[in-house]
Each structure stands twice: as structure tokens, then as C-alpha cells.
């Protein structure tokens, strides 16, 4: 069973790299379907996960220039807030609601990427004021769902950033920026109540390293980002759909 979480978790952690996001819209059912408590193992441990995917993946992001570390600052220090406060309304919060919310999270970020995959590339950013008002109201919210619903909030930043003007790449690495903040801020809202789970732990944790650099690398140097956004939107309405059920 460790075998099949641990693969599961690197295919995962590749395609998710590669749109600059963590896995954990993924991480989190995955590892509940195997049947792990929601609240005190897996969404800690899909924070946990997504903050390393994407801290791996602005390796070969930083490289090629794509992280826009200025303008992705504002919604660093946005999350750092807000990812916390999630994080510590989550234990009150019914595992039946949370489930619900996550579907409904994941149905979004479903038909947000579907629907930019059709479209062509930004040809231009918006003004830096109105990005750094946009940008942080929206990280703020980002946030809050990430430490909560243990999703890392990528799904909102990644279709944020493309419609603020910027292109899919850097899209995709600036995400990983944010949520790197995102997820770890989060994870550390969860630890006074997280049971660790040590041979799940030693199993996925290898598997992400592999998964998030080859994935970022596929993208920086090689993928089509049509392609990668429509592999990435039907995977999540497939995994929408067996919530739901």
C-alpha cells in the first residue's frame, strides 16, 4: 500500500509542479481514500507536501528567470496571515463540510484552467497597483482555504496571475513562490494537532522530491502549456466527481 501512495504521490507531485502548485488539491483525497484521518494526518500532511513540491520546483523555475520575486511579494506576506488562521479553524470545522468545501474548491480550479487552456497567452501585465490590490485580496483568500482545507490555494493564485497579464510559465513559477509561503505557514497552524504517520512519511516525502523536479524542469524547458492545463483540469473534475459520490 506504502508502494502505491508513495507512486501515486509522484505522479501527482509531476503535474502539478509543472503549473507551479503543490498536489495537494490531490495529496489530500488520495491519501484520505487510503484511509487516513482527514483532519489530523492528511491535511497537515498534504501541506506538508505541497510546500515542498513547489519549494523544489522554483529550483529549475529561478534558473530560467520565470519567478517574479518582486511582485509576488504582497501575497507572500497575504498568506503568511491568512494561512494560519485557516489552519486553526479547521479542527471545528465538520469533516462532512470540509469535504464538501474541498469538491467545491476543486470543481473551480477545474473549470478556471479548462477555460484559460483555450485561450492564448497574456500579452501584457496589468498595473502595478491594481495587481498588488487584486493579487493580495485574493491571496488572503487563498490562504485562508489553504490552511483550512489543506490545498495549498495554487488553484486560485495560478488562474489569478494569468488574468493580472502574466504569461503561463511565469505564471507557474510565481505560484510556486506564494504557495511555498502558503503551505508551510499552514502546515505550522496544524502542529499542535498533527498525529505524524512515520513510514507514510519516509514513503512520499522521496516521492516528491522526484515528482516536483522533473515536473517544474518538464515545464521550464519543455511542456506546452495548453497541454499541461488540460491534463491538469480533467484530472481535478475526475477528482471532484469522486468526492461528490
Not at 166 to 181: D, G, H, I, L, S
Not at 204 to 220: E, I, K, R
Not at 226 to 245: D, E, I, Q
Amino acid at each position: 500500500m506504502l508502494f502505491v501512495t508513495g507512486a501515486t504521490v509522484l505522479l501527482v507531485a509531476a503535474v502539478f509542479s509543472a503549473l507551479g502548485q503543490g498536489g495537494a488539491l490531490l495529496y489530500t483525497p488520495v491519501l484520505h481514500w487510503f484511509g487516513y484521518d482527514l483532519k489530523s494526518v492528511v491535511i497537515p500532511l498534504a501541506l506538508l507536501l505541497n510546500g515542498l513540491t513547489t519549494l523544489l520546483a522554483l529550483i529549475p523555475y529561478s534558473r530560467r528567470g520565470l519567478v517574479d520575486w518582486l511582485g509576488g511579494l504582497p501575497m507572500v506576506a497575504t498568506v503568511l496571515v491568512s494561512s494560519p488562521l485557516g489552519a486553526l479553524l479547521a479542527p471545528v470545522v465538520p469533516t462532512r463540510v470540509l469535504l464538501y468545501l474541498f469538491a467545491g474548491a476543486v470543481v473551480v480550479a477545474a473549470l478556471r484552467t479548462l477555460s484559460s487552456a483555450r485561450k492564448p497567452e497574456p500579452s501584457g501585465l496589468m498595473p502595478v497597483r491594481r495587481r498588488v490590490v487584486i493579487g493580495s485580496l485574493a491571496a488572503g483568500i487563498a490562504g485562508f482555504a489553504s490552511g483550512m482545507l489543506g490545498v495549498g490555494g495554487g488553484f486560485v493564485i495560478a488562474p489569478l496571475l494569468m488574468w493580472l497579464g502574466y504569461e503561463t510559465k511565469r505564471a507557474a513559477a510565481t505560484t510556486a513562490y506564494v504557495v511555498t509561503f502558503s503551505s508551510f505557514s499552514g502546515f505550522a497552524g496544524h502542529l499542535a494537532h498533527m498525529t505524524v504517520e512515520w513510514p507514510l512519511l519516509l514513503s512520499v516525502v522521496p516521492a516528491v522530491v522526484v515528482g516536483s523536479l522533473a515536473g517544474s524542469w518538464l515545464m521550464a524547458n519543455r511542456a506546452r502549456p495548453s497541454a499541461v492545463k488540460w491534463l491538469y483540469g480533467t484530472l481535478l473534475l475526475g477528482v471532484a466527481l469522486k468526492l461528490l459520490v
